[in-house]
């Protein structure tokens, strides 16, 4: 089984920055994307951040210029840098992985969440 261990969320003034971590116990040859999802009260949940295997990245349109996604390989971790945070961006954020291995269907290719790590951007 899986596991993803998110951290790093908090309260924080507008302008200010956070970093979040998401720790896999998934073994990274075997991951095809990593990202970081939020979810806002009453809202659907959007694509943050991804960052593929070829560390090629991409960005939700209201983040591009203001959020970093990055990977940390030794340590199997996915890394979101957040800087000058608006009030817009609280929301809970849950990491995901995408990777290809055993499963509960047999080998496959397999979506994994994180419990999620509030944000919380004061105005």
């Known amino acids: 089984q899986v596991q993803l261990v998110e951290s790093g969320g908090g309260l924080v003034q507008a302008g200010g920055s956070l970093r979040l971590s998401c720790a896999t116990s998934?073994?990274?040859?075997?991951?095809?994307?990593m990202s970081w999802y939020r979810q806002a009260p009453g809202k659907q949940r959007e694509l943050v951040a991804t960052?593929?295997?070829?560390?090629?990245?991409e960005y939700g349109d209201s983040v591009k210029g203001r959020f970093t996604i990055s990977r940390e390989n030794a340590k199997n971790t996915v890394l979101l840098q957040m800087n000058s945070l608006k009030p817009d961006d609280t929301a809970v954020y849950y990491c995901?992985?995408?990777?290809?291995?055993?499963?509960?269907?047999?080998?496959?290719?397999?979506?994994?969440w994180g419990q999620g790590t509030q944000v919380t951007v004061s105005s």
């Open positions: 995901n992985i995408n990777l290809v291995g055993p499963g509960p269907r047999g080998f496959g290719t397999y979506d994994y």
């Open positions: 998934a073994m990274i040859f075997s991951v095809n994307h």
């Open positions: 960052i593929t295997r070829g560390d090629s990245t």
